[in-house]
């Protein structure tokens, strides 16, 4: 029997599953790259992502679209 869970909930503090995460692929890539990235380089990233956000267009969401 395979667990359901909300992880965005659950997970808080760390993963409640353990190795039965059905989330274990994502985990080990968050793993490597944290790993990989220097704390610098994550910021860069995180920087010119907030740029181009603040550069885009307003996105207008109509209820009868949702």
Excluded: H
Excluded at 30 to 56: G, N, Y
């Amino acid at each position: 029997m395979e667990q359901t869970i909300n992880c965005a909930e659950a997970c808080v503090n760390g993963c409640v599953l353990g190795d039965k995460c059905p989330n274990i692929e994502f985990r080990e890539a968050t793993s490597k790259f944290i790993e990989e990235t220097s704390l610098d380089q994550m910021l860069e990233m995180a920087e010119e992502r907030l740029r181009r956000k603040m550069t885009e267009p307003p996105k207008w969401v109509f209820p009868e679209d949702v």
